[in-house]
Each structure stands twice: as structure tokens, then as C-alpha cells.
């Protein structure tokens, strides 16, 4: 595995990760930055026999045994690495492949306000020609999805039920926060958590590092710290998908043929659904792109700007789908820090046609315009 150094081409890679997984502007911990470098090596050596110690951790990342402990349990929570025990070098942590099975009840737990059965039909038809057409591990994973989220619907009756007093404390921090805290906010000390909630410290912490697991929050020591929000809840099967997708060396190139598809439905999607809010928020994320400060931040906001279109199209296994795609691509295809100015200038043109269209309420043009976006990215990220 990589040690501390890196390069601007691996670091670019996970900046744009990160954007598609967690949404841009998500403030991570140190352990969550570490457990993004680690899973970036791991998606490219999956098939790996090394195996991952905390003492190994603390010594090559120069970390504190605490962040090593933190990294370790991160990187459980994302479901691509399980602990083993064993002498003789084989205990600590190993790569995981997951199975698709698993993937799929990871997202049953991660969709809300939404009917999977209808969300995976619609899906169906979008994609459809393209899923009959290209066999692979990419298709055959999204087959699987689409087939299981289809037959039928979760049973949301456990999911918010916690089994100890730190799981309830935690969700109730995230409730309450929720909707009403930027990332970095301050939530307070570990000793302020306890009175508010009326709990022990003991407690407290625990339910800390429950969100810590989860990288919902982050704890800062000394004078200056405390408990800080990290952002949105983390996708524990966009992680997994990933790890599936490098285990089965499902080829970038495959993977954008179907992102393609997947991409072009939600722009469809989202001109026929438009409502005055969604599409004010796609004009924002392509202001965003035209005041960019320079062509690589124009392409780092073109993130943004597709997943404001995919919040618009409403389907959230597709946007799921191209979120999960997106990724394993990049942590695998980039291969320049920057992106270049004739590039951004494409990838900004065709982008407005996209976003008039959907002010419009158009069609016309959207699938050519999202190939021209693809084709300026393609050679750089």
C-alpha cells in the first residue's frame, strides 16, 4: 500500500470521488481521508494479500493509534474490509468482494421516502437496450439491483430501531442537526452531548464514535475542539459497489457505456419532472460552473451540476447507479490533476444546452450534449 506521499494524479482522483460519494464541500476526518487513500490502492489491487494491521496503519500514515482504530472501523463500516484473527501475520484487516446480495440490502437501507418497486421499473426501462447489450460484471451487478428492488419492497419497520442507548443518542444528534447545520458546525463537547441528552460520558463518547463509524461527525482534541458535523450520512453501498466493481475488474470503459445510459435517463428524467426549486438549484450549480475560477474547478462543479439533474429526475436507484459508476471510475481512470481549458470550454458548452433544455422543458439535443460532456472529461478524469 502507498505510504504518506502521494501525487497531484491519485489526489485528484479521490478530491472527485469524494464529490460523487459524499457531495462536494463534505468535511472529513483524518481517519476518513486515510480510509479514502487506502480504498483508492485497494480498488486498483483488490486481489491484494496483504493484509492491514492498526499498528501498520499508525506506523505508515504517522497517526496516532486512536485515528489507526478509527480508520480500521471505517473502513469496516464501508463493507470492504473484515477483520480476521490469526498468528503468523494473518490477523488484521483483509479486502472483501462483497456479494451482490449484500449490496442491494445496504441500499435498501439507504433510500428513503421512495418505493423501491417503482423506482427499479422505471429504471428498467431506461436501461434496458443497454443492460441487454453489454455483459459484464458493471451490467450483471445493476441487473441484479434492478431484479431484487423490483420483486420487492423494504421492510422499513427495523431500520430505526437501536439497540443500545449510545445507537438511540446517536440517531437523535443526527435528527436534530439534521436539516439545520452546515458541515463544520460546532455540536459541542463531549461533556455538553452528555447533559443535553442526559447521559452518561461514557455514552456520550460511545455515540460519538458510532458517528465517527458512520463519518457523520468528527472529534477534534484540545483546547479548540469538540464534536463537529462532517455532512450527509455516508453510503455504506456505494463503498461496496465500488469494491465489487474493482474485485470483478469491471473496465472503466464498461462502466462509462453504462453510466452513459444511466446519466442520459436522468437528464430525461429530470426535463419532464422539472419543478421551479429543482431547476433553480440546476441553475445555481451551472452559475457555479461559469464562475469558476479556473478550467479545473469548472470541471470539479460539473459534479455538482449532474447531481442537481439527478436529484431533479427523481429516481434514486438510478441516481445511485451513476453515483456508483462515476466512482469506481475515477478512482481508476484519472490520469491528469487539471483539467485542460479546451476541455472545460466543451464540457461548459454542452452543459448549458443540457440545463435549457430542462428550463425549457426540452429534449432536443440532451443525449448528444451529455456524450459531449463525457467525451471532454474522458481523456483527463
Not at 464541500?25 to 476518513?32: K, L, N, P, R
Not at 468482494?97 to 439507504?110: G, K, N, Q, R, T
Not at 451490467?139 to 439497540?163: F, K, P, Q, W, Y
Request: hydrophobic share 40%.
Amino acid at each position: 500500500m502507498p505510504g504518506k506521499c502521494d501525487t497531484p494524479v491519485l489526489a485528484r482522483a479521490r478530491e472527485l470521488f469524494g464529490n460523487v460519494v459524499r457531495g462536494k464541500g463534505h468535511i472529513c476526518s483524518t481517519a476518513a481521508d486515510l480510509a479514502d487513500l487506502i480504498e483508492q490502492h485497494l480498488s486498483s489491487t483488490i486481489t491484494t494479500t496483504d493484509n492491514l494491521t492498526e499498528t501498520l496503519i499508525a506506523s505508515r500514515y504517522k497517526v496516532g493509534r486512536r485515528v489507526a482504530r478509527q480508520v480500521s472501523r471505517v473502513m469496516q463500516h464501508r463493507g470492504i474490509m473484515e477483520p480476521r484473527r490469526g498468528g503468523n501475520g494473518m490477523g488484521g484487516l483483509w479486502a472483501v468482494v462483497p456479494d451482490p446480495d449484500a449490496i442491494v440490502s445496504a441500499l435498501h437501507a439507504e433510500i428513503d421516502d421512495c418505493d423501491p418497486t417503482v423506482a427499479a421499473k422505471e429504471a428498467v426501462v431506461w436501461l434496458a437496450p443497454t443492460l441487454t447489450l453489454q455483459i459484464d460484471a458493471s451490467t450483471e451487478l445493476v441487473r441484479r439491483l434492478l431484479g431484487h428492488m423490483s420483486a420487492s419492497s423494504r421492510d422499513t419497520r427495523l431500520l430505526h430501531i437501536r439497540s443500545t442507548q449510545a445507537e438511540w443518542v446517536a440517531s437523535c444528534i443526527v435528527s436534530d442537526v439534521q436539516g439545520h447545520s452546515a458541515p463544520g458546525a460546532y455540536l459541542g463537547s463531549l461533556a455538553a452531548i452528555a447533559e443535553r441528552y442526559g447521559i452518561s460520558l461514557e455514552v456520550a463518547v460511545e455515540a460519538v464514535r458510532i458517528l465517527e463509524d458512520h463519518q457523520q461527525v468528527f472529534l477534534k482534541r484540545g483546547r479548540q475542539g469538540g464534536v463537529f458535523l462532517a455532512g450527509p450520512r455516508q453510503s455504506k453501498a456505494l463503498h461496496m459497489t465500488n469494491a465489487f466493481l474493482a474485485g470483478h475488474h469491471a473496465s472503466p470503459k464498461r462502466c462509462r457505456l453504462l453510466l452513459d445510459a444511466v446519466n442520459y435517463a436522468m437528464i430525461e428524467l429530470a426535463c419532464q419532472r422539472r419543478d421551479d426549486q429543482g431547476v433553480l438549484r440546476v441553475q445555481q450549480s451551472f452559475k457555479s460552473m461559469e464562475q469558476a475560477r479556473n478550467p479545473t474547478a469548472l470541471g470539479t462543479a460539473w459534479y455538482s451540476f449532474i447531481r442537481d439533474i439527478a436529484d431533479l429526475a427523481g429516481n434514486p436507484i438510478l441516481h445511485f447507479t451513476a453515483r456508483a459508476l462515476a466512482g469506481s471510475i475515477l478512482l481508476r481512470r484519472v490520469s491528469s490533476a487539471e483539467l485542460p481549458d479546451a476541455a472545460a470550454r466543451e464540457l461548459f458548452d454542452a452543459s448549458r444546452l443540457i440545463m435549457d433544455n430542462i428550463v425549457s422543458h426540452s429534449d432536443s439535443g440532451n443525449k448528444e450534449a451529455h456524450l459531449r460532456c463525457q467525451f471532454a472529461l474522458e481523456n483527463y478524469w
